[in-house]
């Protein structure tokens, strides 16, 4: 079923390109902004947005899947809901019409009846985009359609995304904030098992024309099922330590005595303080506060960051299987923190690996798909191995 990760490919890139006209004017920029409210918020944000992008997103995604693989689309579960309410008060259900012109009637009414911000979306939505990988061209996967769920986060960072800052400088490669942070995930597991089964990451905004403003973005993917590990990225050079990739501003700073493992974390701004004094301990001076679960996630696939340890409950399937799926592929994964620190010993391919077809039925609203024990993910089991070891005896006990 690599015909399912190709599709997935080709509309992340469509997705993108919906991320990216909602961000070129600004004036139609804040006619899309709604808070959300009660059982859709994330409690980890005083104010929580979603974006009429957000629901395009989406529903372009559940509709492209649909089409190209009938009953699949049923199967696409996202982080948004596709009832938005216009400046007027007006309920309506966001969806993507068979037209372009009807399209543009539906999101007139969401946009109190900006013709020309209307049009120039269904535009977007509804144009033809040719994009893929050669390399997963000449794949064919055979995975049974009927096993497949889909989780969707249409728009992750939802605030940098709104914020919309262009001039964030990156630390070593790792953006703490700024639109570089923004991403779309679409990950694929089976229903079955809840094993993350293949991954794409589309990030909308990477590199900007000073020129033109316009933005160009990147896209990674990978494929994990019975032995068959594929993915985008080149595995680096064994012989070249992590601790080469330091630019020549932030060598001496981490030095060998202050990070002898040579361990690399990335870690949410809003990170425990006892979470993050013991991280620093492990791993000195690499330790990289950043926006986005989904950035973060990337930044571990990209090998920027040997490491992303989240120890809150406010991340969730959407958030992690896209990036999981691409990390299996890598020889890496995803574990559930907290059930790490219970049961340390043995080797981090017996630890629990996080899975994706069954919610918390004790739980109401967004809070039902939650990771309630944090999380880890990773590259490498033995770096994995290595920073619990290390981590462990520095946390202070609650």
Not at 74 to 81: A, C, D, F, Q
Not at 88 to 114: D, F, Q, Y
Not at 301 to 312: E, K
Request: hydrophobic residues 40%; glycine residues 10%.
């Amino acid at each position: 079923m690599s015909a399912v990760l190709r599709e997935l490919l080709r509309v992340s890139e469509k997705a993108a390109d919906i991320a990216r006209a909602c961000r070129q004017q600004e004036a139609l920029f804040q006619l899309l902004i709604e808070e959300k409210k009660g059982g859709e918020k994330n409690k980890k944000f005083a104010v929580d947005f979603k974006t009429l992008a957000d629901v395009l997103v989406q529903e372009v995604i559940k509709q492209s899947v649909e089409d190209k693989f009938p009953g699949l689309g049923k199967k696409v579960l996202g982080e948004e809901s596709n009832e938005f309410t216009n400046d007027l008060g007006e309920k309506m259900i966001v969806r993507l019409c068979p037209t372009e012109e009807e399209t543009a009637e539906l999101l007139s009414r969401v946009l109190g009846g900006n013709k020309l911000a209307s049009e120039a979306l269904a535009r977007v939505v509804h144009q033809d985009v040719t994009f893929g990988d050669p390399a997963l061209d000449a794949v064919e996967v055979d995975i049974p359609q009927d096993t497949l769920g889909i989780w969707v986060d249409p728009i992750d960072s939802t605030y940098q995304y709104i914020k919309g800052s262009a001039d964030i400088k990156s630390n070593q490669g790792i953006f703490p904030s700024g639109l570089q942070c923004v991403t779309i995930l679409i990950g694929v597991y089976d229903l079955h098992t809840g094993v993350p089964l293949m991954g794409v990451i589309n990030q909308p905004f990477v590199s900007q024309d000073l020129n033109t403003l316009r933005w160009k973005g990147q896209c990674y993917w990978g494929l994990s099922y019975e032995g068959t590990n594929l993915h985008s990225l080149q595995l680096p050079d064994p012989k070249r330590k992590s601790s080469d990739t330091q630019s020549r501003g932030t060598e001496d700073a981490g030095s060998e005595g202050e990070c002898p493992h040579g361990l690399s974390a990335v870690i949410s701004t809003s990170e425990k303080d006892s979470v993050r004094a013991a991280v620093a301990r492990v791993c000195g001076e690499r330790v990289f506060p950043a926006a986005g679960a989904g950035y973060k996630s990337l930044c571990v696939v990209q090998g920027l960051a040997d490491l992303y340890i989240f120890s809150d409950d406010t991340t969730f399937k959407w958030d992690s299987c896209a990036a999981h799926a691409i990390l299996r592929a890598l020889g890496g994964g995803m574990v559930d923190f907290s059930r790490c620190l219970r049961a340390p010993s043995g080797p981090a391919s017996d630890w629990p690996q996080l899975l994706y077809h069954a919610g918390d039925e004790g739980a109401a609203g967004v809070d039902r798909w939650a990771h309630k024990g944090g999380l880890v993910a990773y590259r490498s089991q033995k770096q994995l191995e290595t920073f619990l070891s290390l981590l462990i005896p520095n946390l202070a006990p609650e």
